[in-house]
């Protein structure tokens, strides 16, 4: 495909290694030729570049099997998932899925990505449901519009919500950008 249509999330062989795009901008200069400037993270040893492709290159966009997987626990081996299907389990590092364990408790079905038979990533949903396990005890009567208070996930991950939360309930946090929604419906 050309470099125009490059988009985030994309699959890309360049020189026999697998990268996966996370961030893409397509520049047109006042002057000289446009170009797509990307971000991608390579999928084999978690490692981040920022490559410019002229707008008239070709790029190899690669496709990726999905299997719907269940986390069970994470070691010093990595992240330990099973397949649902056939019960075999598979091991992932750190690096190889970044920052995406953030937004996935343990038990949790999941659709991880494959190439080749080996496992290169987890595709996450816009938004995950996560419980809060430790913020500010909430302010009575306070609205959405008011102050903002960090508050830590039942993943460790941490984001600002509304003064109304409290611990032990369920909001509803953004996968894009780990932005707070909503309460999560019970």
Do not use: C
């Not at 697998?18 to 047109?28: A, C, E, G, I, P």
């Amino acid at each position: 495909m050309k470099a125009t249509n490059i988009r985030k999330g994309n699959i890309l062989r360049i020189n026999d290694i697998l990268y996966k795009v996370l961030n893409m901008d397509h520049v047109t200069p006042g002057k000289g030729r446009a170009h797509v400037q990307t971000k991608l993270r390579n999928l084999l040893d978690g490692t981040q570049t920022e490559m410019r492709f002229r707008s008239e290159d070709d790029v190899d966009k690669v496709a990726l099997e999905t299997k719907m997987m269940q986390y069970l626990y994470n070691d010093t081996a990595g992240y330990h998932f099973m397949d649902t299907d056939t019960y075999e389990q598979v091991a992932l590092s750190g690096d190889v899925l970044g920052d995406v364990m953030q937004y996935i408790v343990p038990d949790s079905v999941v659709k991880t990505e494959w190439f080749e038979s080996t496992p290169v990533g987890i595709e996450l949903p816009p938004a995950v449901d996560l419980q809060v396990t430790e913020t500010m005890p909430g302010i009575k009567d306070s609205t959405a519009s008011a102050q903002k208070k960090p508050a830590t996930l039942e993943t460790g991950l941490v984001v600002q919500v509304p003064s109304f939360i409290n611990e032990g309930e369920k909001i509803r946090v953004s996968t894009l950008d780990g932005s707070y929604l909503e309460r999560a419906k019970s």
